[in-house]
């Protein structure tokens, strides 16, 4: 049996297919739990016939889209894509949002900005007033993590995030190593005064390669709630 949580994502990802997928467009697939319900329910109009070019922000994408029977073309050879629908960790009511809890930010970073247009799905959990309660995860390179780590906090600081608590991400007792073979420092800041500043600032570090702000990308949002309803925000 679903959760309700399950029910709200998937109905999410049904609607954004109502909304704004038609036929022969090039879209780019998003990670986590809720793009996932959204390719699978996608994978069921390919099969019946829609034509769309796709490609993915993440090696677990992949192996979902290729099972729902999405043929995947190589972000190198897609051209600009036409619409990328992806998931947040927590989103506001003018579309920031913290990204990364799958570890695949900067896969899906790249994809929304070489898309027209970047539509968030979620369920009604995801919405806040303010980012900052899910920690902001920042990829960074393995080299010298410590160093990078510290200019890090330095940069919070800097914008008013006195007590960040600063993690290196770990599964199992390894280090948890991304898509690119680099780290994630997940940092619990609290609320996060101006996000777009600090998400400039972040990659100005080096050894940071991307941090989970998203503060441009998206255009709207279609929410699951767990009653089974949906809206579009835009
Ligand atoms: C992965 C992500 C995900 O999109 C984000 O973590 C949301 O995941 P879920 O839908 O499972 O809550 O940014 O890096």
Known sequence: MMSAQDEAKKAAGRRVIEEFV????????????????FVRELGKHVANGLKLTCTTTSRSTND?????GIALTDPNEIGEIDLTVDGPD????DFNMIKGGGACLLWEKIIA???KRMITVCDESKIVDRLGGFPLPVEVVQFAWKQTERMVTE???DHRIKNA?????????????TDSGNFILDCRCGVIPAPARLEIELNRIPGVVENGLF???SRGMVVGRFDGSTYVAL
Do not use: N, Y
């Open 215 to 217: 503060t441009r990308e």
């Open 113 to 115: 900005h070489a898309s």
């Open 22 to 37: 038609t036929d022969g467009m090039k879209l780019g697939l998003g990670s986590g739990t809720t793009s996932h319900f």
């Open 64 to 68: 979902v889209a290729r099972e729902a």
């Open 90 to 93: 927590e989103i506001d009511r």
């Open 155 to 157: 940069a919070l600081a």
């Open 165 to 177: 608590v600063i993690e290196r991400r770990m599964r199992d007792g390894q280090p948890v190593v």
